[in-house]
């Protein structure tokens, strides 16, 4: 989270590639609002973001955990650099 935090202004990082990832209007709308709402309000980080597992529970990320505690939340078992 702190890395993509010290990289969100660097044009070429982007984390996650989206590209050919289809989504649905909906939620896409629901994301603009609350970015919208995020940058009316002066947010410039996320101070908190949420995963859904496979058990349907939504468990908290707070701004500043670690990579390896994301990866225990959300069930990586091999190193990052592996899967790439």
Same mark, same amino acid.
């Given at each position: 989270?702190? #890395? #993509? $935090?010290? #990289? +969100? &202004?660097? &044009?070429? +990082?982007?984390?996650? *590639?989206?590209? @050919?990832? %289809?989504?649905?209007? &909906?939620?896409?709308? $629901?994301?603009? %609002? *609350?970015?919208?709402?995020?940058?009316?309000? @002066?947010? /410039?980080?996320?101070?908190? @973001?949420?995963? !859904? *597992?496979?058990?349907? !529970?939504?468990?908290? =990320?707070?701004? @500043? /955990?670690? %990579?390896e #505690?994301?990866?225990?939340?959300?069930? =990586? $078992?091999?190193?990052? &650099? $592996?899967?790439?």
């Amino acid at each position: 989270m702190q #890395h #993509h $935090e010290d #990289h +969100f &202004k660097d &044009k070429d +990082f982007r984390g996650i *590639n989206p590209v @050919g990832t %289809t989504v649905d209007k &909906k939620y896409r709308d $629901e994301v603009w %609002t *609350n970015a919208k709402i995020a940058r009316w309000s @002066g947010l /410039t980080t996320v101070p908190l @973001g949420v995963f !859904k *597992n496979s058990s349907g !529970k939504y468990i908290p =990320i707070p701004s @500043g /955990t670690d %990579t390896e #505690h994301i990866k225990k939340i959300v069930g =990586i $078992e091999k190193d990052v &650099k $592996e899967l790439q």
